[in-house]
């Protein structure tokens, strides 16, 4: 084997074009596979907890009638929960809320999402502080107010990673808080994908709790109907789900009592293993992560084999151009197993530096992408991406294997071809192949086949691609029913400046008539036989004796959207500010001209007012109407699946032509005598080339059809992913039907005017 290896890499050396061509597309294959590998390996494989992660349970309370309805916990329902010995060894409780940060008292605040946890959570997930400490028990008390915080990597980086960080004063929602440690990088805080930005003792909760944009007493956490902590545990050491379950109704029976309603329509308590999607009010299964990979491994198990086609193709020719050294060695006495044995190690040697060259590629790509994601993410949730894609075990052991499959998929057939010589002709040839004269086995060649299965996979990717590309531009289309040139949005949340709902309250007059404005769709649900102005309507579940309650139909707008993804636009209704104030507002500012560049320039005038009205107004966003609505969450995923198919549709775009292109090309050459005989008794230049081109162009519509069918099945098993567009659609199968064609007939056409320049006295001497 190593005289084997070092013959391989004597070789490899002396032809640099064909080496240089292998290693690209190998590289670019498993690089593909490998950033691919480290993705699902962070989100699905890769343990999201501690080693004891098995006993790890989220612990949900649900409604026992009909509505199934799941909420958060009350402090004293987790009192209940952490005192249960017989099934939980330890429960921590965190609450989740918005909050304006700052690293100066009078700086621009930043909203990140903030945990207030108990001090337990992080020892019951299993981590320890990178630097610094975790919370005292004491400082985790109701409403101790105890002003510390703990920063998550991500933002202590982003904020330059400075070494003195611990004991620095950071402010939230303007309290000053001194950081007193900070997580370790692999720390996601319960979930692989997103993670709070800092985390907070519980007994902040009601400096922080006005972030929610709660009224009055509800951001006491004593409160009995302060329904506001998740809660997460785990089991006692040797029990299972199925053994705890029968001791839970008594536990739910206690919190059914502590709330004294009804029993008959109390609360149960379900327990289910920690999700790696995070901590949550109500169930999440993980398998949507699986079914999220599933295209990305399919994509990627798509580039590999058009990879490994495309070099199949390349080493065919090559074998068929050394033709007479492998009879040679036969002919010395070499067996046909010593020959397949030297071909695969050379196909081992390509396939290894590709993967190792595969590798740097997914290392770079694995790292722009989180940083686009990450900036990405931000603008969208306000919290920190803490999916890590890393080359560790699984990865690199995924990419060996991946190595292993390509290499047999390119070597082993033309090993088992090249092998099986024909000792007396080979030796009498030069090796540079030649052409049959059946029409039949010339249009159905081993090689042809090969290249018209990487067109019919191209195809597939490229309609994938054209699909989420459809969809995108699809949903930035769709009727919003407003216009968004002329207006500038602005973000401010109150709450932040830590003005309650309350206090804003007293500031409007809250006895002012109780009216409301609603959209045409829920007047035509609400009113299909009447007027609607004047009529009055209430929210579900308000007191049917509390006249107060009723709303007066003042106005109706017409329909509008802000859900992109939504089929039909939501039932809208409006009231007054003074009637529904929230800590968290936007001032839609419109102005006179839509041009893109006046919009823009009244962004800093704009602000400056604010300023002079306000220095201390929180403002968190302050952008064009446009740009706002351009960063909305399902316009960001539409577009990201559109760049990543995109991207696998580019690749195998560029892999296919390359092919057809190698393929075209050598067997022109094996044809060269043909051509010669033909431009002898003849031929013109254009009939040569038709004789190319047709050929090709025959194999490009029968590789188009089957590409065709399996695109169409692709495309309705990516149904649920795709936005506002069929499975089928026609503009999309066509669009990249025309793209594959064009192209390919252009990686034709090079060969086959190469073919017309072929002098027919130089290709009968060849022969």
């Not at 620095?168 to 808080?177: F, K, L, Y």
């Not at 010395?332 to 050379?346: C, D, H, M, T």
């Not at 990201?640 to 198919?645: H, Q, R, T, W």
């Not at 069929?726 to 066509?734: I, K, R, T, V």
Request: hydrophobic letters at 50%.
């Amino acid at each position: 084997m190593l005289q084997d290896l070092r013959f391989s890499l004597r070789l490899l050396a002396k032809t640099p074009g064909f080496t240089a061509v292998a290693l690209l597309t190998l590289a670019l294959a498993l690089g593909a596979n490998s950033a691919v590998f480290s993705l699902v390996n962070a989100a699905i494989l890769k343990p999201a907890f501690s080693k004891q992660a098995g006993e790890l349970v989220s612990v949900y309370t649900v409604q026992q009638d009909a509505q199934r309805g799941y909420r958060r916990f009350s402090l004293a329902e987790y009192e209940i929960l952490r005192d249960a010995d017989a099934v939980f060894a330890d429960v921590a409780a965190i609450a989740k809320a918005p909050a304006g940060i700052s690293t100066t008292p009078d700086g621009s605040l930043s909203r990140s999402l903030v945990h207030l946890g108990t001090a337990n959570f992080f020892s019951l997930l299993g981590t320890t502080p990178a630097q610094g400490r975790f919370f005292f028990d004491d400082e985790c008390r109701p409403n101790a107010s105890v002003p510390v915080a703990v920063a998550s990597h991500a933002v202590w980086q982003r904020l330059g990673a400075r070494p003195d960080f611990v004991g620095s004063t950071i402010w939230v929602n303007g309290r000053a808080c001194t950081v007193i440690g900070i997580t370790r990088e692999d720390f996601n805080g319960g979930s692989v994908l997103i993670s709070p930005e800092l985390w907070l003792p519980l007994g902040m909760f009601s400096q922080i709790g006005s972030a929610y944009g709660r009224t009055g007493g509800q951001a006491d956490l004593t409160a009995a109907g302060n329904h506001a902590l998740h809660v997460v545990g785990r089991l006692q050491p040797g029990l299972s789900l199925a053994a705890v379950g029968p001791r839970l109704p008594a536990l739910a029976s206690r919190m059914t009592e502590l709330e004294a309603i009804d029993p008959a329509v109390g609360r149960e308590l379900q327990l289910t293993p920690l999700s790696r999607l995070g901590i949550t009010t109500e169930p999440v299964d993980s398998k949507e992560l699986a079914f999220l990979a599933a295209p990305l491994l399919f994509m990627a198990a798509c580039v590999l084999l058009i990879a490994s086609l495309n070099l199949a193709n390349m080493l065919l020719a090559r074998g068929a151009a050394r033709n007479k050294e492998i009879a040679l060695r036969q002919a010395l006495g070499a067996s046909r197993w010593r020959i397949i044995r030297q071909l695969i190690v050379e196909g081992l040697v390509l396939s290894f530096a590709g993967g190792a060259l595969g590798l740097l590629i997914s290392i770079w790509a694995n790292h722009a992408m989180i940083a686009a994601l990450s900036d990405a993410l931000r603008g969208v949730t306000h919290a920190s991406l803490s999916l890590q894609p890393s080359l560790d075990g699984t990865v690199l052991g995924l990419t060996f294997l991946a190595c292993m499959v390509a290499t047999l998929l390119f070597s082993l057939a033309p090993a088992l071809r090249s092998s099986r010589s024909d000792l007396v002709s080979d030796m009498k040839t030069a090796g540079a192949g030649s052409a049959t004269s059946d029409k039949w086995n010339r249009f159905f060649a081993g090689r042809h086949l090969l290249v018209m299965l990487q067109i019919a996979l191209s195809l597939v990717l490229l309609f994938s691609a054209s699909l989420f590309l459809r969809g995108a531009l699809t949903a930035g289309k769709i009727p919003l029913g407003f216009e968004a040139r002329d207006g500038v949005v602005t973000e401010v949340d109150f709450s932040l400046r830590n003005v309650t709902p309350a206090e804003a309250q007293r500031r409007r007059d809250a006895s002012a008539p109780r009216v409301a404005i609603i959209d045409e769709s829920l007047a035509r649900k609400l009113f299909p036989d009447s007027d609607p102005l004047g009529q009055r309507i209430r929210y579900a579940g308000a007191p049917a004796d509390e006249a107060a309650a009723d709303m007066e139909i003042v106005g109706i707008v017409g329909e509008h959207r802000h859900e992109f993804l939504q089929v039909d636009p939501t039932f809208r209704i409006f009231v007054p500010l003074v009637h529904g104030y929230t800590g968290m507002v936007y001032v839609q500012t419109k102005l006179s001209e839509r041009a893109p560049l006046t919009v823009v320039a009244a962004l800093a005038t704009l602000r400056t007012e604010l300023q002079r009205l306000d220095p201390t107004l929180p403002v968190l966003r302050h952008e064009p109407f446009v740009d706002f609505i351009d960063r909305d969450a399902s316009l960001w995923s539409a577009r990201l699946g559109a760049i990543v198919f995109g991207l696998f549709g580019a690749i195998a775009l560029i892999m296919s032509v390359m092919g057809v292109y190698s393929v075209k090309a050598y067997a022109v050459t094996c044809r060269t005598r043909e051509i010669g005989i033909r431009a002898a008794l003849g031929a013109h230049s254009s009939d040569l080339m038709m004789l190319i081109l047709k050929q090709g162009a025959q194999q490009i519509a029968l590789a188009c059809s089957v590409g065709v069918v399996l695109s169409l099945l692709v495309g309705q098993a990516l149904t649920s992913l795709l936005f506002h567009i069929s499975p089928a659609d026609p503009f999309a199968l066509g669009g990249a039907v025309l793209v594959l064609t064009i192209a390919a007939l252009l990686a034709c056409w090079f060969p086959a005017r190469r073919a017309t320049r072929v002098s027919p006295l130089i290709a009968l001497r060849s022969e």
